[in-house]
């Protein structure tokens, strides 16, 4: 299970990421790391000609204060403060995804994954919506459908490295597809260059397919389950369940 801070930092990721995507048109899914640091203030960028609009003043102001309100963790004040801006800007996703990841951290399942969907809708093109579907959706044993938002994320962006990570958690605990699991998490290697706790899930299953014997590589039950760190801090903190739970 993610812990308190690791949500904490992806709510405040995905709402600074908010403002560079809408202003200067790239997705979040360009990059396998979404710093806060790398966002611009959208009042000072130049939204190409058939890019998305730049994010209006007023629109970042409330955006910071649904982001101080979420890391306060006045959920029901965040909760309005994003459902209004996914409102009055429907041309933006955005909100739509951050109230999906607070209604998850809410453990509100259901809620989630129709603020996910809905933030698809939106733009079909949104790697981190339907990754976040994919996630919402394994822990509430939804596997297929889990498997299939995640490809579409990757259909999305083939770059977006969160979603290999996340469907190799998939495939190899919940699907029991070893193969197809250690292909993705050797795609979230070479595209994030992390090396743990993935290089250790990497041994792990290729010394179940009997590809190569590992040295010293722990498995997740002497990890306990949990897989370590993020990639960065603005990434999500996908651990590796102990088999059987969401």
Same mark, same amino acid.
């Given at each position: 299970?993610?812990?308190?801070?690791?949500?904490?930092?992806?709510?405040?990721?995905?709402?600074?990421?908010?403002?560079?995507?809408?202003?200067?048109?790239?997705?979040?899914?360009?990059?396998?790391?979404?710093?806060?640091?790398?966002?611009?203030?959208?009042?000072?960028?130049?939204?190409?000609?058939?890019?998305?609009?730049?994010?209006?003043?007023?629109?970042?102001?409330?955006?910071?204060?649904?982001?101080?309100?979420?890391?306060?963790?006045?959920?029901?004040?965040?909760?309005?403060?994003?459902?209004?801006?996914?409102?009055?800007?429907?041309?933006?996703?955005?909100? /739509?995804?951050?109230?999906?990841?607070?209604?998850?951290?809410?453990?509100? /399942?259901?809620?989630?994954?129709?603020?996910?969907?809905?933030?698809?809708?939106?733009?079909?093109?949104?790697?981190?919506?339907?990754?976040?579907?994919?996630?919402?959706?394994?822990?509430?044993?939804?596997?297929?459908?889990?498997?299939?938002?995640?490809?579409?994320?990757?259909?999305?962006?083939?770059?977006?490295?969160?979603?290999?990570?996340?469907?190799?958690?998939?495939?190899?605990?919940? /699907?029991?597809?070893?193969?197809?699991?250690?292909?993705?998490?050797?795609?979230?290697?070479?595209?994030?260059?992390?090396?743990?706790?993935?290089?250790?899930?990497?041994?792990?299953?290729?010394?179940?397919?009997?590809?190569?014997?590992?040295?010293?590589?722990?498995?997740?039950?002497?990890?306990?389950?949990?897989?370590?760190?993020?990639?960065?801090?603005?990434?999500?903190?996908?651990?590796?369940?102990?088999?059987?739970?969401?």
């Amino acid at each position: 299970m993610w812990s308190r801070r690791s949500i904490e930092l992806l709510l405040v990721s995905a709402l600074f990421a908010a403002l560079t995507a809408c202003a200067v048109g790239p997705r979040r899914g360009a990059q396998h790391a979404r710093p806060a640091s790398a966002a611009t203030h959208p009042a000072t960028s130049q939204a190409a000609p058939t890019g998305p609009p730049p994010v209006p003043v007023r629109a970042e102001e409330e955006f910071h204060r649904a982001l101080a309100l979420a890391a306060a963790r006045n959920d029901a004040a965040a909760e309005a403060q994003l459902t209004t801006l996914a409102r009055r800007y429907p041309r933006f996703h955005t909100p /739509l995804v951050d109230l999906g990841m607070l209604y998850r951290r809410d453990g509100k /399942l259901g809620a989630a994954a129709a603020a996910f969907r809905q933030a698809a809708a939106r733009d079909p093109k949104s790697a981190l919506a339907w990754t976040e579907l994919g996630v919402t959706q394994r822990l509430g044993g939804e596997f297929q459908d889990a498997q299939r938002s995640y490809a579409r994320a990757i259909a999305a962006n083939p770059a977006y490295a969160p979603a290999y990570r996340d469907r190799g958690v998939l495939r190899d605990l919940y /699907l029991d597809q070893p193969a197809a699991a250690l292909a993705d998490f050797e795609r979230y290697r070479k595209l994030t260059g992390e090396d743990k706790p993935v290089a250790m899930w990497i041994a792990e299953l290729e010394h179940r397919s009997g590809s190569r014997q590992p040295s010293g590589a722990a498995t997740p039950a002497a990890t306990g389950g949990n897989g370590g760190p993020a990639a960065s801090p603005a990434a999500p903190a996908v651990s590796r369940p102990q088999q059987g739970k969401n």
